[in-house]
């Protein structure tokens, strides 16, 4: 008996120091899984800086940058930041981390969208036709940026080291990340500002602008915001008014925009607008969408125009 007893307790010994043993492996790489997600975060968000550096740098001070190199470097820092946000997407949040990954999935969201559009508006900016419109257009995206920086300050950063800390991992807290680096690019003067110091920004040459452009949206009355949902009631139905710009130097006829929802797409057209004058087309979506819905609109392009980025946009409808 004494012999069992004892061979009893080494099993049940062997058992325990088995179980602690694989939940040991266990632990060791749940704790892996959160460095090696926090060191990835860290990747993107040193990168994310230097790019914002780039971009306001050149914005700040373009020297003897020429419209087109300006353009170019934009459209530069666009790209990039479009990929961190498709890095930090195809992330996977270990752990207690879903929380903290989706707060941060929205706030590269906002910094792509941001500089999608004041990639987009760019051009328009730095020539004569629309160029007011377009630097507060630019202005306004800059807030996008800024709340891209309040939730990631305020929520991520908060919420992954919170989890590093509950999990004693203490060497991989995030760095901090300020894309806007001054509030004073909120103000669409210091932006006028800063383009109009750019080689040929603003001196009359519009070379390559003619056309139109799509100048604002509303629904039932109500301004759409691109990469923010808009909620509004459609009892007696959804209308749509769009604004589009003759960004040209001739008068334009005949000009068509359409807007796509839920695979079906429908027309207005706007018979005349004169030259850097905004005409307004009436769209009522029929049938009326319901729940959330997300609008493809686009300026169909004239006669020999040959910048077309500004001519369309994608809104996110709520109809309740």
């Not at 270990?94 to 706030?107: C, H, I, T, V």
Request: net charge negative; with cysteine.
């Amino acid at each position: 008996m004494l012999r069992r007893a004892l061979a009893l307790g080494g099993g049940l010994l062997l058992l325990i120091l088995l179980v602690l043993g694989v939940k040991g492996c266990l632990d060791a790489r749940a704790n892996r899984e959160l460095s090696d997600y926090a060191r990835n975060v860290t990747q993107v968000v040193e990168e994310t800086r230097h790019t914002s550096s780039s971009f306001f740098e050149l914005l700040e001070d373009p020297g003897s940058s020429s419209v087109t190199d300006f353009v170019e470097q934009v459209n530069a820092d666009r790209s990039a930041v479009d990929a961190y946000a498709t890095r930090i997407d195809d992330l996977s949040a270990p752990g207690d981390m879903s929380n903290a990954q989706s707060n941060l999935e929205l706030s590269y969201q906002l910094r792509a969208n941001a500089m999608d559009e004041i990639a987009d508006k760019m051009s328009t900016a730095l020539g004569d036709a629309g160029a007011e419109k377009a630097m507060a257009g630019i202005a306004k995206q800059m807030q996008k940026l800024l709340a891209s920086d309040v939730i990631y300050e305020t929520v991520v950063r908060p919420e992954v080291d919170g989890v590093l800390a509950d999990n004693q991992i203490s060497d991989s807290d995030l760095p901090k990340s300020t894309f806007l680096p001054d509030e004073k690019w909120l103000d669409e003067g210091t932006v006028s500002d800063a383009l109009g110091a750019i080689s040929g920004g603003g001196s009359g040459d519009a070379s390559g602008l003619h056309g139109t452009g799509l100048a604002g949206v509303s629904v039932n009355g109500t301004e759409l915001i691109e990469g923010a949902p808009t909620t509004i009631a459609g009892e007696e139905g959804v209308e749509l008014e769009v604004d589009v710009e003759n960004q040209g130097e001739s008068t334009e006829s005949g000009v068509t925009v359409a807007v796509t929802f839920e695979g079906t797409t429908i027309k207005g057209e706007i018979d005349e607008i004169p030259p850097l004058e905004v005409g307004t087309a009436i769209i009522p979506l029929t049938p009326t969408p319901s729940g959330e819905v997300t609008l493809d609109i686009e300026v169909e392009a004239v006669d020999g125009e040959q910048v077309t980025e500004n001519n369309e946009a994608a809104y996110s409808l709520l109809v309740e």
